[in-house]
Every structure is written in structure tokens, then in C-alpha cells.
């Protein structure tokens, strides 16, 4: 393909790009999935966004789909893409690792209900994805396996904990993949790496096959090129399933109907909070201020409001999130699966050398911070005031989006920071979660588009914040502010 | 709330882990400043505020009860650390 003199290889494009290639018979599947496993082959070295590649099994199924098309089979609109999973979704016969030794090798027996989803599309596995142990971090640093670089700057993070989803969509290294955001770990990463990610509305992507960390705030979302795609991969995966019995059972929209060039009249509010708290890097506000001129500009009604719970987001999460991870993260214990110490004398002792053997630094820390917030003395100190401080966050948004159609602000405090710069100091590490974690806590839609780059040439993201199930608005802002910016277009050069 | 050695080392003991004694001075200074963070929760009157566990009105899902297929025996016992006639091997329990 050609484009202003420069050959575009396949792996760089968009899944509607590679879409209209493989309907005009200009590429076939197979050469796009060989596309993408070069550039792997070229640039996995220096970002290291895979724990696993699945080569040979790929191309299988690049040949497959191709099959179907040749035939004049219909196959779906994400028919034939090379995509990637967060090591964290369970693929039947693939390795699951979580980035910890404990699930080191971890062989599901089933698939994750979005992994059925999206191979009942035709979509090509290339592999699983690094992230931070059991997602627990911002950084990816804290995978067991190895580090990943942010392809913008080899130096800096891809952000965390879905690091190895944004890093692979951002150097091309697959179409679109998903991660999965507890407590901003879709959309700090995206804004980080310079690509939209999506937190979906709680309950509207099913968790079943997700390794559980809290599963309260837990959900699967697509990090993608551009919002186009986003909605198309949300059309694939989104629905009912009667295997999460957290599952919403309501009709979900075509979300490529919400591809609507237009903000006219929109409301949108702005925490003043958000823009004008403390720690926040100054090229970060520049950035998201410049975009609500754009939104503006466009015919949107832009204002400021209050949004005063924000500053007692963290800790609540923290709680919260620590408390429920103890709980999901006590079945392991070295005895149906997962990691079996050698050395133990009884089997009180198999459960806690294995445990202790089996995880690392920061899920033993979480554990522990969750254990101490549920156990006997202290449970109505921390985890039920964290749960009722959750209603005055939920409360807030309510009565926010009484007067707005969506609430807009900044994703990070800052853009990437350097490898090992904050790794030493686990609660600097938490507050730059301040942006992202009211979204979970109060089970929004919180979507992430580019919308601008510091003085260092790293990406800055935007964060559009919904309605319960109104990702529709979110896709109609984001798109609006794509077709209106260049932002998007542009890709890391590694 | 003060965090001691003493409290690390009976969450550790609750929580199912052996702490090395480097774990247990770190996590002692590191779990303080944690809590004493959080405690800021403490500045907000909550009283007469309802928790919320979940974001959703959730309600039990029930089933009928199906016989349906299940998952292999034999692929299930694949990921076991120690495994013996078909079943999963642990140390003995009862003398």
C-alpha cells in the first residue's frame, strides 16, 4: 500500500484499513498475520510485549480464514485481524501465566468467554500479552517474566498493568488487544503508549476465563489504533453470558453506529479536581485543555464542576481492590494447580512455601494489605468504610451526569515515566492512579484517545468518562475529536 | 492504626505466608505508611451512609439444574503440580 511516497506495511494499519484490503483482494489474511509475526520477529526484542507468540498456530489460522474468504464465505468484520490477549484471559491449550511464577505453567482447560468471542470472529491469535503480576501495578514492572519497554522511549514504561497490550498495539506488533482495568490498568497504559483503550461499562464484558483480582471493579476492554476499531472490537466481545453471574443482562447497542462525526449541543463536564489538582504534570493539562477548545469548537458545552470526593478515590481502591484480591488470590495453594513448592514439612506449610515461593513482591504486598483491612478488629475500620466512601464516589458521578452527557478530564498525572524510576516506592506508585480508579469503583464506561505529546515526544491521553452503559457517547466524542486531530495517525518509531 | 512487626507477622500467618526477615521489616515500614494514608478516609462523616459492595443491583442468578458436559478429567489433572491414580497428590493429613 501506498501513502504519500512511503510504502505502508500491513502491520501499521487499522483492522476497517486491513478490513477493506482483505475485501478488495489487495492482502490476504495470511500476509497480514506474516506482517505482523516479522514485525514481532523485528521489534519484540527491544519492546518485549509477549510472554507467549504463537507462530505456527497463527499462521494456521490465517490459512483458514483465508479458506473461508476464497470460498465467498461471509466472515465477520474482525475476520482474518492478527490479535492479542492480556496473559490474564484463559486461552484453551495456550499458556496462561498472569506474569507470575505461581502460574508459570498454567495450561488452561477452556477458553475465556471473549477469547470464544473472538475466535467465533475469525480473528488470528499472535499470542498473550505481558502485564504486571496478576495486574497488579502500573508499570508492567512487576511481571515475573520480564520488562517491557514503551515504544515511544525504550527508557520509559508502557504503564500498567495491560503494559505488554498497549506496547504491542503501539509498534504494530498486533492489530488490536485486550487488557483488562481494575483500577485504570486499560487506560493509563493506552495513554501512555499513544492508543485508545476502552474500561467498558462494569458487567457488560463477561470475566468469565479473566483471572480474578477484584472482582468488583475487574473488566475486559479492547486497546486499539484508532475508535473505530475500538467499536468494532466491542461489538464482538460485549453481551450477556450466564457464566458471569455479573453479567448485564440488557440489549447493547451497535456501537459503529455511535461513529458519528458530531458533538453539537453535547454537555460535558469537567472536575476541577482533576485539572487543577496538585501533581499535575503542566504539558498533561496544556494537552487536555487544548482538546476541549477543539470540543468546543466543534459545538460542544464544555464546563467546570465539583467533584470533591476525588482526593479519597486511592485509598478507598486501595482497600477495596487489596481486600478482594486476598480473597480471590487465597485458591493458590500449591495443590490442584499452579505453582507446588519442593521443600514443605506439612501441608499448612505446602500452602505457605508455595504461596511464598510462587508470588512476588507487590501481590504478596496487596495480599497482605487485604488480609490486614478484612481481618478481625479492623474489617468495619477499613473495608467498610472504603465500601461506604465508594457510595459518596458513586454519588457524585450520579449527580454529574445529572447535568452532563459525559465527563472529560486527563488520564495520567503524567506521561511515561523512566524504567525503575518509581518501583521503590509502592504508594507514589498508587496516587498516580487518581484519575482512573473513580471509574471503577463506581462501575463506569471510561474511554482513552490520544490527544496530544509532552516536550519529550510521549503520548498524552484523553479520558472521556460515561454513563452506565452509554459507551455509545463515549465512541460519538472520541471519534469526533479523531476526525478533528492528527494525533492518532501517528505511530512510534522503533 | 500503628502498624508492628507483630501485626505483619499475624496477617502473614492469616494470609498464608512464610515472610523472609528482610520481608517482614520492609513490609512493616511499607504497610504503615500505606495505612496511614488510607486513615485519611477517616476525615469523611459517613455515618449514616449505606456500603456499597457492588456497583450493581445484583440479584442470585439461578439455573435450572442440568446435567451438562464437563470438562475432562484427564485435562484437568494436566495442570497438577502432583497427581497419582487419577487424583491429586498431597502430603498425608490424617495420622
Known amino acids: 500500500m501506498n501513502s504519500g511516497g512511503r510504502i505502508v506495511e500491513l502491520f501499521e494499519l487499522t483492522a476497517h484499513e486491513l478490513k477493506d484490503l482483505l475485501n478488495n483482494k489487495k492482502a490476504s489474511a495470511v500476509e497480514i498475520t506474516q506482517s505482523v509475526l516479522d514485525r514481532i520477529q523485528n521489534v519484540e526484542e527491544k519492546v518485549g510485549s509477549y510472554i507467549t507468540v504463537c507462530k505456527d498456530e497463527a499462521l494456521n489460522r490465517a490459512k483458514a480464514v483465508q479458506e473461508k474468504i476464497d470460498k465467498g464465505e461471509s466472515i465477520s468484520l474482525l475476520g482474518g485481524i492478527p490479535m492479542a490477549l492480556k496473559d490474564n484471559i484463559c486461552t484453551e491449550g ?198 476541549v477548545e477543539v470540543l468546543k469548537k466543534l459545538g460542544a458545552e464544555c464546563e467546570e464542576f465539583s467533584l470533591p470526593i476525588t482526593e479519597y478515590a486511592i485509598p478507598a481502591y486501595y482497600i477495596i481492590s487489596s481486600a478482594e484480591a486476598s480473597s480471590n488470590l487465597a485458591r493458590y495453594d500449591g495443590v490442584k494447580y499452579g505453582y507446588r513448592a519442593e521443600k514443605f514439612t506439612d501441608l499448612l506449610d505446602l500452602y505457605k512455601q508455595s504461596r511464598s515461593e510462587g508470588f512476588g513482591t507487590e501481590v504478596k504486598r496487596r495480599i497482605m494489605l487485604g488480609t490486614y483491612a478484612l481481618s478481625s478488629g479492623y474489617y468495619d475500620a477499613y473495608y467498610k468504610k472504603a465500601l461506604q466512601v465508594r457510595t459518596l464516589i458513586k454519588n457524585g458521578f450520579d449527580e454529574a451526569f445529572s447535568k452532563y452527557d459525559l465527563v472529560l478530564g486527563p488520564t495520567a498525572p503524567s506521561t511515561a515515566y523512566k524504567i525503575g524510576e518509581k518501583i521503590d516506592d509502592p504508594l507514589e506508585m498508587y496516587l498516580g492512579d487518581i484519575f482512573t480508579v473513580s471509574v471503577n469503583i463506581a462501575g463506569l464506561p471510561g474511554l482513552v484517545v490520544p ?43 522503533i | 492504626m500503628k502498624i508492628t512487626r507483630e501485626t505483619i507477622e499475624h496477617v502473614a500467618q492469616l494470609a498464608r505466608l512464610n515472610l523472609t526477615e528482610a520481608e517482614i521489616v520492609k513490609l512493616t515500614s511499607e504497610m504503615g505508611n500505606i495505612i496511614s494514608y488510607v486513615d485519611k478516609l477517616n476525615e469523611l462523616d459517613t455515618s449514616d451512609i449505606q456500603p456499597t459492595a457492588h456497583v450493581m443491583p445484583l440479584k442470585n442468578v439461578f439455573r435450572d439444574d442440568e446435567v451438562k458436559e464437563s470438562f475432562d478429567r484427564e485435562k484437568l489433572l494436566a495442570n497438577a503440580p502432583s497427581k497419582e491414580n487419577g487424583c491429586v497428590k498431597v502430603p498425608k493429613v490424617v495420622e
Open chain 1, 94 to 291: 495456550v499458556k496462561t501465566t498472569c506474569a507470575s511464577n505461581m502460574l508459570n505453567n498454567f495450561i488452561p482447560p477452556y477458553n475465556a468467554t471473549v477469547a470464544k468471542k473472538l475466535y467465533e470472529a475469525d480473528t488470528v491469535l499472535v499470542g498473550k500479552l505481558n502485564l504486571d503480576e496478576f495486574a497488579m501495578g502500573g508499570s508492567t514492572e512487576n511481571s515475573y517474566f520480564k520488562k517491557t519497554c514503551n515504544p515511544w522511549d525504550l527508557e520509559r514504561v508502557p504503564g500498567g498493568s495491560s503494559g505488554g497490550s498497549a506496547a504491542c498495539v503501539a509498534a504494530g506488533e498486533a492489530v488490536f488487544a485486550l487488557g483488562s482495568d481494575t483500577g485504570g490498568s486499560i487506560r493509563q497504559p493506552a495513554s501512555f503508549c499513544g492508543v485508545v483503550g476502552l474500561k467498558p461499562t462494569y458487567g457488560s464484558i463477561s470475566r468469565y476465563g479473566l483471572v480474578a483480582f477484584a472482582s468488583s471493579l475487574d473488566q475486559i476492554g479492547p486497546l486499539t489504533k484508532d475508535v473505530t476499531d475500538c467499536a468494532l472490537v466491542m461489538n464482538a466481545i460485549c453481551g450477556h453470558d450466564p457464566m458471569d453471574s455479573t453479567s448485564i443482562n440488557s440489549g447493547y447497542p451497535d456501537f459503529t453506529k455511535a461513529l458519528i462525526n458530531d458533538v453539537k449541543g453535547m454537555k460535558i463536564g469537567i472536575p476541577k479536581e482533576y485539572l487543577h489538582g496538585e501533581g499535575l504534570n503542566s504539558e498533561v493539562k496544556n494537552a487536555v485543555i487544548n482538546a
Open chain 1, 451 to 493: 490527544c496530544g505529546f509532552d516536550s519529550n515526544k510521549l503520548p498524552i491521553g484523553l479520558q472521556l468518562i460515561g454513563k452506565p452503559l452509554d459507551e455509545s457517547t463515549l465512541i460519538r466524542v472520541g471519534y469526533t475529536f479523531e476526525q478533528n486531530t492528527e494525533y492518532h495517525k501517528l505511530r512510534a518509531k
